[in-house]
């Protein structure tokens, strides 16, 4: 951190960040505590004073901005200050490694659904029920030249780079190839192994949409499907125990009968991109969350 000024009188901005620094630690960093941070953080990039850019670096670090935070501290820093250069070496390994991938999410809007939804359009990616953002979870990649659609032999810029189980070696598959289970019955594939996936489903129709119509995603180990309702749940993404309490469900995730109290010790301290990972779900019919976890 950089020293406040203890003996004599904060600023405005440092006087802001130790408000939300507080209410951040005495939430466990729920939405509120992380949208405050963000809003703070979007007012400190558009000011230009240098006591709201050393404050900035605090808010980038406690962001997990840690590539931002060092490269701010280092183009602002006094380099003669000994506990300045102390500080940006403990960063630069940080920097370094996790760069800004391990960033807290930014607690989305309606709006911000809203728009996502209306790129997912505009890119031509159909709904997919059970993976609502196939782009944001890093089931389909995009390509600015194109590739060939092995199933509909068109150019497409966006292709699927989940797992597909088929004796053919596939390359690439088009969204709509997939939505329209073309790509499963052309090839005899599916996206989701029909063993892995939480009993309670009753109706063949939601099976036969989530493993041959419905983009999966990558695990470390084999991916499995979560139930609730009666149905299949949405796929959200990989996250970890910080995104959970930023998403405000870290409790709905821990009541559930799937975890014993050691895997839900594990669930608390799991860290996205590390040896445990979380894989987030929600219920399409009473919203509750719940995560599937396994080991590198
Ligand atoms: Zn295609
Ligand atoms: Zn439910």
Redesign the pocket.
Known sequence: MIPLKWGGSMNEYQEKYVALKKQFEQSKGDSFSVTALYDFKESLEESEAIAAKEVLVNVYDLLNYKKDAYDLLSSIGDLSDVKIKKRLGKMKEYAENWRNNFAIPKPKTEEDIQKEKEMLAELGIPTFKYHPNPLNTGAFEISEEGVV??????V?HIYYEGPFYAVDDID???????ASG??SEKFDGSFQDDYSVDDGVKDAEKLDELIHRTPGYCGWQQEYWRAHCGDFCAYLGRVGAMELQALDVMDEVLDDPMWDDEQKEMIEHSVNGGHLQCYLFQCLHCGKHLVWMDFD
Not at 172 to 178: Q, V
Request: net charge positive; hydrophobic share 25%; aromatic share 6%.
């Open positions: 659609c092995d199933c509909c032999g068109k497409t690439y598959l088009c969204p709509a190839c997939i073309k790509a």
